[in-house]
């Protein structure tokens, strides 16, 4: 999966994503959520959309790939 594929998040509201991508674990008043994509890998890689709010509204949208738990200060 690509960034590019996500670009179509930006400028939706958190009830939106919501919708389409349940609420996981994500605290809804945060500025950013995060979601797991597809499943870990034999290596234990997982790919993770992160998006970043602004008043509420998706400012921003970002693939990373991680080993082992997802941190917001690995950013």
Known sequence: MRKEQFKYLIGKH???I???FG???NY???ERW???LGKKNWLGK???LIILFEDSIVKSVNIRNCY???SF???
Do not use: T
Request: glycine share 4%.
């Open 46 to 48: 997982r790919k993770v």
């Open 68 to 70: 082992g738990n997802f």
């Open 18 to 20: 919501i919708s389409e």
């Open 14 to 16: 958190k009830e939106a």
């Open 34 to 36: 995060a979601y797991e």
């Open 28 to 30: 809804y008043p945060s």
């Open 73 to 75: 200060d690995q950013l």
């Open 23 to 25: 609420q996981d674990f």
